[in-house]
C-alpha cells in the first residue's frame, strides 16, 4: 500500500503546474460544454489552464483557470450561416462548402485578431506544456508556436483528415463518411457503396483545399514561416473522440486514438425550476420531450412542418415539453413551450418517457443514461447516421426531415410509447453504455497526463503519418505489379507469335517453296 502511495505521489509531481492551453474555436455551445469537465477537472488537480473558448465556466473557485472567452465567434456564425434552410435543402453541397470556406476565414479573423490571443502570441515569455485543441476545425499552429505537444478532441468520432494524419485505416465501406445518408452501414446498397468510395476520394481532395485555406489564414497572421497545416497536422501526439458502439460503428485505431465516449458532459442532477417540475410533477400523463439542439434553429424547419408537428402533439393524449424558438405557430393547450430547458435534468425526470431529438451524439448519449427512448429527426452532419444505429439497435424511430406530417409524428411517438421493447432495449444499451473500468473523465486526465509525462507519445505514432498518399494506398506497388504483368504478358504474347511462326514456318514452309519453283 504504501509503495502504491509513493508511486502516485511521484507520478503526480510530475504532472502537478504544467501549463495547458485549451482551443475550442468552433462557436457551438454542445462542442463547448462537452470538454469544459476536462478543463475543470485539470485545473483541481494543479495544472494551470488557459482556454480560448466561446463559451466559458465562469467558476470563480477555479483559481488556475485562465478564460479567453470569444463572443464575438457566434457572430461569425450568423454572417456565414452555412446551416442555412435555403443552403441546406435547397442549394447544394458546393454552395455550403463555399460558405464555411468564408465562415473559416471570418472565425479565425474574429480569434486571431483577438487583443487577447494577439497578446498570447506574441509574448516571448509565454510557454505551455501541452495544447489540447479542438479537432472540428485546424488550430493546429499553437502548438508549433509554444513548440509543445498536442492532443485533438472532437465531440463525436474523428473525420477522415485526422484517421489519415493519425495513421488510423480509413475504409470507406467499413466506416462511411458520417455526412453521407447510409439507412445500413452493415447492409450498404451497391449504389451506397460507390457513392462512399467516391465521397472518400473526394474528401481526400477536398484536404488539399481546406490545408491552403489554412495556410493562408496563418500567412495573413503570422507569416510566411510557419510549416503548412498538411505538416503540422502530422505532429498531434494523440487523439481524443466522443465515440461508443451504441452509437457509431466500430473502427480500427491505434493507441493514440482514445475512446473518451460514455457521457463526458454529463454533470450532476440540479433542481429543476419550479415552473418546470411543477408542470412534470402533476403530470399523470406520459411527457414527451421534444428539443432539436442546439444548432438546429427555427430556419431549417418550414412552417408547414411546424404546424403538422404541434397539430400532431395536440392529437395525442400526451403532455409535451417543447424546447424551441418557433414564431407565429398556435401552441396546443398540452404543450409547455421555451426557449432554453436544462435538457439534462429534464431527462432525468421520471414522468419523461419520450424523447424526439434530431439525433446529436450528446443528446443521444444524455436520453440512453437515463434509459429514454428516441424518436429521431436528423438535419445534417453524423445526426443521419447516429440515428440510423439507434433505430438500428432497436430503440428509437426515425422520421425523414423531408416528410415531417402530422400522421408521421404521430404514428412514430405512438409507436415508441405503445411498444414495451423500445423502453427494454434503451435500458440495454444503458447497462452497455457504461460496462467500462474507468469513467470518460477519468480517461482522459489520465492520458493528458501521460502526454505531460513523456512530452508527448511518440510510441504510440503510426509509420503510416510520413507515407505519402501514393505510398499508403500502395499506388507505387500496385502500379510496378502492373507494368511487369504487362511486359511479362507482352512477351509471353511476343514468344507465342514467335513460336507459332516457327511451327507454320516448319509446317508448311517448305510445301510453299515447292509450289512455287514448280
Not at 79 to 90: I, Q, Y
Not at 142 to 159: D, E, K, L, T
Not at 268 to 294: H, M, R
Request: aromatic share 12%.
Amino acid at each position: 500500500m504504501l509503495l502504491k502511495l509513493f508511486v502516485l505521489i511521484l507520478v503526480s509531481s510530475n504532472t502537478n503546474g504544467a501549463r495547458i492551453l485549451c482551443v475550442m474555436p468552433q462557436p457551438f455551445y454542445s462542442h463547448q460544454t462537452t470538454f469544459q469537465p476536462i478543463w475543470k477537472e485539470l485545473s483541481l488537480r494543479g495544472h494551470n489552464v488557459t482556454t480560448i473558448v466561446t463559451d466559458g465556466i465562469s467558476d470563480e473557485t477555479l483559481t488556475n483557470l485562465t478564460e479567453i472567452v470569444i463572443g464575438e465567434s457566434y457572430d461569425s456564425l450568423q454572417r456565414h450561416n452555412f446551416l442555412d434552410k435555403h443552403l441546406v435543402l435547397e442549394q447544394g453541397f458546393f454552395e455550403i462548402m463555399k460558405e464555411i470556406e468564408y465562415f473559416i476565414k471570418d472565425l479565425y479573423d474574429v480569434n486571431f485578431g483577438d487583443p487577447r490571443v494577439k497578446s498570447l502570441m506574441n509574448d516571448p515569455n509565454a510557454k505551455f506544456d501541452l495544447v489540447i485543441f479542438e479537432a472540428a476545425t485546424y488550430p493546429l499552429v499553437y502548438a508549433w508556436r509554444f513548440n509543445c505537444p498536442s492532443i485533438g478532441v472532437i465531440s463525436m468520432q474523428a473525420p477522415m483528415p485526422y484517421n489519415y494524419a493519425m495513421g488510423n485505416p480509413n475504409h470507406p465501406l467499413m466506416n462511411p463518411d458520417f455526412l453521407l445518408e447510409i439507412d445500413d452501414i452493415g447492409n450498404m446498397t451497391y449504389m451506397e457503396k460507390i457513392t462512399s468510395i467516391i465521397s472518400y476520394i473526394v474528401c481526400h481532395v477536398l484536404c488539399y483545399n481546406i490545408f491552403s485555406l489554412y495556410d493562408e489564414i496563418h500567412r495573413k497572421h503570422f507569416g510566411d514561416g510557419i510549416p503548412k497545416t498538411g505538416e503540422l497536422i502530422k505532429n498531434i501526439d494523440m487523439f481524443f473522440e466522443v465515440d461508443n458502439p451504441i452509437f457509431q460503428e466500430t473502427k480500427p485505431v491505434y493507441p493514440h486514438t482514445i475512446s473518451i465516449g460514455s457521457g463526458l458532459h454529463i454533470k450532476p442532477t440540479k433542481a429543476l425550476p419550479e415552473d418546470l417540475q411543477e408542470y412534470l410533477d402533476v403530470a399523470k400523463e406520459p411527457v414527451v420531450y421534444f428539443s432539436l439542439g442546439t444548432i438546429v434553429n427555427a430556419n431549417l424547419l418550414n412552417q408547414t412542418d411546424k404546424v403538422a408537428i404541434y397539430e400532431a402533439f395536440s392529437e395525442l393524449p400526451y403532455k409535451f415539453l417543447v424546447k424551441a424558438d418557433w414564431e407565429c405557430v398556435t401552441v396546443p393547450e398540452n404543450v409547455k413551450v421555451a426557449k432554453w430547458l436544462p435538457q439534462q435534468d429534464i431527462l432525468r425526470h421520471p414522468s419523461i418517457k419520450l424523447f424526439i431529438t434530431q439525433g446529436g451524439l450528446q443528446s443521444l448519449q444524455e436520453a440512453v443514461s437515463n434509459g429514454i427512448p428516441l424518436v429521431g429527426i436528423p438535419f445534417f452532419c453524423d445526426q443521419y447516421q447516429n440515428v440510423q444505429k439507434i433505430v438500428k439497435r432497436g430503440f428509437a424511430v426515425k422520421i425523414s426531415r423531408h416528410q415531417i406530417t402530422k400522421e408521421a409524428v404521430k404514428n412514430a411517438i405512438t409507436e415508441v410509447l405503445n411498444n414495451p421493447k423500445y423502453k427494454e432495449k434503451v435500458e440495454e444499451m444503458r447497462d452497455l453504455m457504461y460496462d467500462e473500468p474507468m469513467t470518460s473523465l477519468d480517461k482522459a486526465i489520465w492520458w493528458i497526463e501521460y502526454v505531460l509525462r513523456h512530452k508527448g507519445a511518440p510510441l504510440f505514432k503510426s509509420k503510416a503519418t510520413k507515407m505519402p498518399m501514393y505510398e499508403y494506398l500502395m499506388l507505387d506497388v500496385i502500379a510496378a505489379v502492373l507494368l511487369f504483368s504487362i511486359i511479362c504478358s507482352f512477351c509471353i504474347w511476343m514468344l507465342i507469335q514467335l513460336v507459332f511462326r516457327m511451327v507454320k514456318f516448319m509446317l508448311f514452309g517448305k510445301k510453299v517453296v515447292k509450289i512455287k519453283k514448280n
